[in-house]
């Protein structure tokens, strides 16, 4: 018999959708705000990003080859992504050793002892970022700020965010339009608002992600604020402001967009990512205004990671012929 | 320096009360268990395969200490040493059960079973008996994609990758019956353990026409009924077009197998009988 | 436009191979295999033994009990063997074998191709007929349609679907039916309508097939109540849950729930002609629109093909199997059975042979789950396949059950969108196979 037949049950096609295309689409979608941070920042944090994903996918091949063992996983890219999120979760003026230790924190103890891609509990990056915020908390709180040359300035500046929890900030005043184009110290990949936003529309027509973490998120933190803000100022206009500014400031969009959305660690269904935003919106807010720390997107994702388990478990898709 | 003493104190205190707590707590919510439970499942191999049909060996223990009359249970992982202990320390009859061990009835090897078509589906007997008859024409044969190992909690049982057939190890077999629940064909039977591992069966369980089956695999039960006609203790009986050696009424005189026409009857262990002469070669088929 | 309101895929039609290719009439084979079970329920008991003779739609088989269906002999000649045969998946099930001589047909049977539209016959008159004709849901689900179309006491009968959906890919048999054979279809809509005592009948046609929709629009003029409703094209649309949904926005609860507890009866367009057939032309059914179809197919076709004609006949005359491995699917590539043995039978409820060649043939290498949760999103039953398939490997047949397996309908959408291509819907199916088992069981208990 020459010819045999080649037998597997239904369905026998399949869409063009793989994981190395979704990841792909998530380095695209990032492309925009790090074009921004290197007209901001100067060409030094192509260097930063380089070296993250470079020690990232090493570490990861390294680890797959000599521990778990088992098919090379470099080529579904997440290892990519998850360098360029931690990069971009960077000072644009972070020694390179730290950003080695932030990787091989992220690959090696977040990510590849529970099983590699899909079986970790929290975001990599995110768990990366947090431990050298409280490992080294000078080198990562101490931002460039950003010049319209190309380069950066010799000093650094607070944050936004910093300023406004040390109250010298003036909310009526303050520059929104700068924030929106980038024009603000921080991470520097979170500071390109507007780029991020074109990422994150990149991802909505790609369907990479669907709105519901995103949209969630942004809305609880700027209606959270604007409550904030309408108890504590007289007048509407500060309000407004200081809910726009909590909008755009720190990590809000950057964290929302890209790192919340994380398949492996945000909820099933629609109804759980909107649960999981809302709750990653108010503890922003609850961390930045209450907390001690200026910035609390980190600590909210990994907070609301833990939760996600238990959000699968008990929140269910509407089935098909139950009520409304 | 006070603070740590005040830490250390603190600490302790908690620790005292959260003792008493959980002491109190304890003796309230304490359930009344027959202790000889805990002694009989420490007697048992503890390997909790669920051969016994209990959910695990706790499970038999409390039988066995809770039945009167325990001769309807046995851990065949155990074996007959376990099950003279447990009932011992009981002062119970101790329950008897022949030794078996697994048997995995096909002989259909990928040099005797063509393939006719490639699955490529999950690698599973389950699904794949689901989906088709499989790579071969017989409907009735090992699929060769492992369920059973996968459900052996000994080992004991492999594909062999030059045959496709599951092969099981007799030395770590328990006869626990997992690898016989497992298999969706069926194909997997527990048979009377002899010394030094002999056995004689019907490798074939396909209960197609002879016509069929030979179309099939050239290693397949025919169900001619030689084999029945020259056994002299009533062991063989064809059903189906199927020929099936009890092996509790089978002595190992192996004069079935010379006669099997296919080669269907298997031996392991034992020599061939002498050949003599066949008083006529035409296969009879129904 | 329209469509279901949970889930849903879009792969692509792959109509075009063979939408263009008029209905052509199948030689008539020589020998032919007429398996008893054609439909859902149980096989048919034979009424022929070997060396009767019989002709073209002479009943040969009678059903058994309620839920079965009627065969007829879709050829005339002598019976030669009534045994096991293997079917197209190789399984051995007991056919009817016929040595065909000439072409004649049993008595009463109009075969002109007259257009009879007037219908007198009361309700039960025509389910009778329908019964009697062996015809069954010609979509793929082979349920018998006179079972669908009693209506149980307390019940009733709302309105009336005609599938013409065919939201599988590469399949074109329903769409030629509808183009070629428009007024037989629309007869046989209003001959539905009266069996079901409703005055409403909606025709669902997908907007990827747009000249069957103004084709049909144009006919469903001449008639009083049917209304013809273009969708948008999504799968699995066919599917009667979801073809209800989106035409009349009712969703049918949960299994046991039937679509008459949301007053919907849905018949396959093919179906509704095969009535007409029955019921105005005495014509049982022993033929049917057969695509034959695949990317690397020489000459694709839509056959008018009688039952029990090989598939390797149907493919020959389409050009043979392409060089290489082949995936030969009875259906289309969303939910068709794949066949290994082409030797096997044509029946009531193949819509269509797909043949995937090359490397369309092969599955994707699977790798880790991501958690992405496109799964859920495409599932149109609202159920969690990853979850699903995980318990089913892991055996958890308890947990399965309370996560509404048995709502699955297979249609393959969550592992046809896996970006991991994890055989997502293999360990659902088997889980969904087992959950039943079980339930039977314990109904049968009670």
Redesign the interface.
């Known amino acids: 018999m020459a010819n045999r037949t080649i037998v597997a049950s239904a369905p026998h096609i399949h869409s063009s959708l793989s994981t190395t295309r979704l990841m792909g689409d998530v380095i695209i979608a990032l492309l925009p705000a790090l074009a921004v941070s290197v007209y901001v920042y100067g060409w030094g944090v192509l260097g930063i990003t380089a070296m993250s994903i470079g020690c990232c996918v090493l570490f990861e091949a390294l680890i797959q080859k000599f521990f778990v063992r088992g098919k090379q996983t470099i080529t579904n890219l997440s290892a990519v992504v998850t360098g360029l999120l931690l990069a971009m979760n960077m000072p644009a003026n972070i020694p390179l050793w730290i950003v080695v230790v932030g990787a091989l924190v992220a690959i090696g103890v977040a990510k590849m002892p529970f099983g590699g891609l899909g079986k970790n509990p929290f975001n990599p990056a995110i768990v990366a970022r947090v431990f050298l915020l409280i490992a080294y908390p000078v080198q990562m709180t101490s931002f460039a700020m950003p010049s319209t040359e190309g380069f950066v300035d010799a000093y650094s500046g607070a944050t936004p965010l910093a300023a406004a929890k040390a109250g010298l900030l003036n909310f009526a005043e303050y520059d929104m339009l700068g924030m929106l184009a980038g024009n603000m110290a921080g991470s520097f990949g979170e500071v390109a608002t507007l780029a991020l936003l074109l990422g994150f529309a990149y991802l909505l027509v790609r369907r990479v992600i669907t709105w519901h973490i995103p949209v969630s998120i942004l809305a609880t933190v700027a209606i959270f604020a604007a409550l904030y803000g309408a108890f504590s100022f007289d007048t509407p206009h500060l309000a407004s402001n200081f809910a726009l500014f909590h909008l755009l400031s720190g990590g809000v969009v950057l964290g929302a967009v890209f790192m919340a959305t994380d398949y492996v660690t945000s909820p099933m269904t629609t109804k759980g990512m909107v649960i999981y935003g809302v709750g990653i919106g108010a503890l922003t807010m609850i961390i930045r205004l209450w907390g001690a720390y200026p910035e609390g997107m980190s600590f909210a994702i990994l907070i609301m990671n833990s939760v996600v388990p238990l959000i699968n478990k008990y929140i269910k898709p509407r089935r098909f012929g139950a009520k409304k | 320096m006070n603070t740590l003493l005040f830490t250390i104190a603190t600490l302790c205190v908690i620790g005292v009360v959260a003792a008493i707590i959980l002491y109190i707590v304890a003796q309230k919510f304490k359930v009344e268990e027959d202790p000889r439970i805990d002694d009989v499942e420490k007697m048992l191999p503890g390997a909790n395969c669920g051969g016994c049909g209990f959910p695990g060996c706790r499970g038999l223990a409390c039988a066995l200490v809770e039945q009167e009359d325990i001769s309807s249970l046995y851990c065949s992982v155990g074996g007959a040493d376990c099950m003279k202990a447990v009932a011992d320390y009981l002062g119970k009859a101790a329950p008897v059960k022949e030794a078996q061990v697994a048997t995995v009835r096909c002989g259909g090897s990928c040099e005797k079973r063509p393939?006719?078509?490639?699955?490529?589906?999950?690698k599973?007997c389950?699904?794949a008996s689901?989906?088709?008859?499989?790579?071969t024409?017989c409907?009735y044969g090992c699929l060769g994609y492992g369920d059973c190992v996968e459900a052996c909690a000994f080992d004991a049982i492999h594909i062999n990758p030059e045959t496709g057939l599951a092969e099981v190890d007799a030395d770590k077999c328990t006869a626990c019956g997992a690898c016989v629940k497992a298999c969706p064909k069926g194909v997997i039977e527990l048979r009377k353990k002899w010394p030094k591992n002999r056995a004689i069966y019907v490798s074939c369980v396909s209960k197609?026409k002879g016509a069929?089956t030979m179309k099939a695999c050239k290693a397949g039960c025919i169900g001619c009924g030689k084999c029945s006609k020259v056994c002299e203790f009533g062991a063989i009986t064809i059903e189906n077009n199927l020929a099936f050696i009890d092996s509790t009424k089978c002595r190992l005189c192996r004069k079935c197998v010379a006669e099997c026409p296919t080669g269907a009857i298997k031996m392991i262990g034992l020599a061939p009988l002498p050949p003599k002469e066949k008083p006529e070669t035409k296969t009879e088929t129904k | 436009m329209k469509t279901f309101p949970i889930g849903g895929v879009h792969p692509s039609d792959n109509k075009k191979w063979s939408k263009a290719k008029a209905i052509e009439v199948m030689e008539l084979p020589d020998v032919v295999n007429i398996p008893l079970a054609q439909h859902i329920g149980a096989p048919a008991t034979a009424l022929v033994k070997k060396g009767d003779m019989v002709k073209v739609g002479e009943k040969i088989a009678e059903a058994t009990g309620f839920m079965s269906a009627n065969i007829h002999a879709p050829v005339s000649g002598t019976v030669t063997a009534v045994d096991l045969q293997p079917n197209g998946q190789g399984l051995r099930q007991m056919m009817v074998t016929i040595k065909r001589e000439g072409d004649e047909w049993a008595e009463g049977i109009d075969l002109s191709a007259d257009l009879v539209k007037e219908c007198n016959l009361s309700a039960a008159e025509i389910i009778a007929r329908i019964k009697e004709a062996g015809i069954v849901g010609m979509g793929g689900a082979t349920f018998p349609t006179h079972v669908k179309l009693s209506i149980p006491d307390g019940k009733k009968a709302e309105i009336l679907i005609i599938n013409g959906v065919e939201c599988e890919p590469y399949l074109t048999s329903d769409y030629r039916t509808m183009l070629e054979r428009g007024e037989e279809l629309l007869v046989g809509t209003s001959i539905l309508m009266k069996a079901v005592s409703v005055d409403k009948a909606v025709i669902g046609v997908e907007n990827n097939k747009p000249d069957a929709i103004k084709h049909l629009r144009e006919l469903a003029k001449g008639y009083n109540g049917i209304e013809v409703k273009a969708l948008k094209t999504m799968y699995p649309q066919g599917g009667e849950k979801q073809l209800i949904a989106a035409v009349t926005g009712r969703e049918v609860p949960a299994p046991p729930a039937l679509p008459i507890d949301v007053g919907a009866v849905v018949c396959n367009a093919s179906t509704a002609v095969a009535v007409y057939e029955a019921v105005q032309k005495n014509k049982p059914l022993v033929q049917r629109v057969v695509t034959v179809t695949g990317k690397s197919i020489k000459d694709t076709k839509n056959l008018l093909t009688r039952f029990g004609t090989p598939v390797s006949a149907l493919i020959e005359k389409c050009g043979g199997l392409p060089e290489g491995d082949n995936r030969v699917l009875n259906g289309g590539p969303m939910m068709g059975r794949p066949m290994s043995n082409l030797q096997s039978p044509v029946m009531k409820g193949c819509s269509g042979i797909t043949i995937l060649s090359g490397a369309e043939a092969l599955r994707g290498e699977p790798s880790a789950c991501i958690k992405c949760a496109k799964c859920v999103e495409a599932c149109p039953m609202g159920l969690e396949p990853y979850l699903l398939a995980k318990q089913s490997k892991k055996k958890a047949w308890e947990a399965m059950e309370q996560n509404d397996i048995v709502s699955c309908i297979e249609c393959g959408c969550c592992q046809f969108t896996c970006p991991a291509n994890l055989p997502l819907l293999d360990y659902v199916r088997l889980g969904k196979q087992t959950v039943m088992g079980i339930i039977r069981a314990r109904n049968a208990k009670k």
């Open positions: 393939r006719t078509s490639t699955y490529a589906g999950t599973s389950a699904i689901a989906t088709y008859v499989g790579e024409n409907a197609d069929v």
